[in-house]
């Protein structure tokens, strides 16, 4: 098994974990569904940028 030579500084640490956070979904309010929608996803009207695609 792996063992580090040395111990991992507290800086090393933070820095690494740094980039491990949660993000917000890109929503936003569809006027034809009246309901919040994922970016550049087709809503559940079937409705993408004001038109009806399915």
């Known amino acids: 098994m792996a063992v580090p030579a040395r111990r991992t500084s507290k800086t090393k640490k933070r820095s690494r974990r ?3 956070k ?3 979904p890109a929503i936003h309010w569809d006027e034809k569904a009246q309901a919040y929608t994922l970016s550049h996803h087709v809503s559940e009207n ?3 940028n004001g038109r ?3």
């Open 46 to 48: 079937g409705y993408y």
């Open 22 to 24: 949660l993000t917000t």
């Open 52 to 54: 009806k695609v399915l």
């Open 18 to 20: 740094a980039n491990q």
